[in-house]
């Protein structure tokens, strides 16, 4: 488990690769140029969203977000802070 202190404003935040698989996340932040970030919310990423790890598979992982099953790469769930 990632262990992380709390923020100036007291929130916890991880990044998407170190979270617990089968437990839903609120995603908090996301990190990135404008570019990933647009793709990201493509995908169905939105601040305040859901996600769940499903499985990592290597350095990629499967996440539920909005009702669909989603691959993405470890560079990318780093910039998804839960």
Do not use: T
């Not at 647009?38 to 169905?44: P, R, V, W």
């Not at 350095?59 to 989603?70: L, Q, Y």
């Amino acid at each position: 488990m990632f262990l992380q202190k709390p923020n100036r404003m007291g929130i916890v935040m991880i990044p998407l690769c170190y979270a617990e698989a089968g437990e839903p996340q609120i995603i908090k932040k996301i990190g990135g140029s404008p570019a990933v970030k647009k793709h990201l919310e493509n995908l169905g990423f939105h601040i305040g969203g859901e996600v769940v790890v499903v499985n990592s598979l290597g350095e990629n992982m499967i996440v539920k977000v909005k009702e669909s099953r989603v691959a993405v790469s470890d560079e990318l769930a780093r910039k998804i802070m839960v």
